[in-house]
């Protein structure tokens, strides 16, 4: 149950498109279509925003995008805004558990 | 609106025992699966453990595994989690948390979390 790696931080200024990566295997990233993206607040609990690879819920912004290929998952923010300055984590179905990512600081400059 | 409140959490001694439960509403809580998700201080989201809305499956990260049990009323609304065994490593923010079927890792609901902190 080796946690899926993501960058420790990521920036861009507001408009711009920042793209944060979730690596994993074939075991977990790979193997199943089953990737979610959570955004994170200081002190908040986690938000999704990304579910089945690219598929967003009800009330998430189209500037948030979700794609994977092969045992890499991406999210893209696109038109930067600086609300979207959190913490960001991949999930994975992994068989029988969830993995999560190391966590990308996203900053606004 | 989807509410779920943890409680429970708490100061307890390595080796100890701690119960924490997770009050849900505002959704049809036996129809979703249910999972627990920890936070340490300053680190990263680590899955704990799920189970599913009916069928009672359940599923273990193997840090907790055999150590913690999770469990659910769904006359009550309610999801639990028994932690025996509690190790200074255990010392996390605790988030209750739905998903519409097991182990998608689709966690749509979050409470606000609990503080567990095990410390002599």
């Known amino acids: 149950q080796s946690a899926l790696t993501q960058p420790p931080s990521a920036s861009g200024s507001p408009g711009q498109s920042v793209t944060i990566s979730c690596t994993g295997t074939?075991?977990?990233?790979?193997?199943?279509?089953?990737v979610s993206w959570y955004q994170q607040h200081p002190g908040k609990a986690p938000k999704l925003m990304i579910y089945?690879?690219?598929k967003r819920p009800s009330g998430v912004p189209d500037r948030f995008s979700g794609s994977k290929s092969g045992n890499t998952a991406s999210l893209t923010v696109s038109g930067l805004q600086a609300e979207d300055e959190a913490d960001y984590y991949c999930?994975?179905?992994?068989?029988?558990?969830?993995?999560f990512g190391t966590g990308t600081k996203v900053t606004v400059l | 609106e989807v509410q779920l409140v943890e409680s429970g959490g708490g100061l307890v001694k390595p080796g100890g025992s701690l119960r924490l439960s997770c009050a849900a509403s505002?959704?049809?809580?036996?129809?979703?699966?249910m999972n627990w998700v920890r936070q340490a201080p300053g680190k990263g989201l680590e899955w704990v453990s799920s189970?599913?809305?009916?069928?009672?499956?359940?599923y273990y990260a193997d840090s907790v595994k055999g150590r913690f049990t999770i469990s659910r009323d769904n006359a009550k609304n309610s999801l639990y989690l028994q932690m025996n065994t509690l190790r200074a490593e255990d010392t996390a923010v605790y988030y209750c948390?739905?998903?519409?079927?097991?182990?998608?890792?689709?966690?749509?609901?979050w409470g606000q979390g609990i503080l567990v902190t095990v410390s002599s």
């Open positions: 948390a739905s998903d519409s079927d097991i182990l998608t890792g689709t966690f749509d609901y």
């Open positions: 089945e690879v690219s």
């Open positions: 505002g959704f049809i809580f036996s129809t979703y699966s």
């Open positions: 189970i599913s809305s009916r069928t009672g499956y359940v």
């Open positions: 074939s075991s977990d990233v790979g193997g199943y279509n089953y």
């Open positions: 999930s994975s179905y992994a068989g029988s558990n969830i993995v």
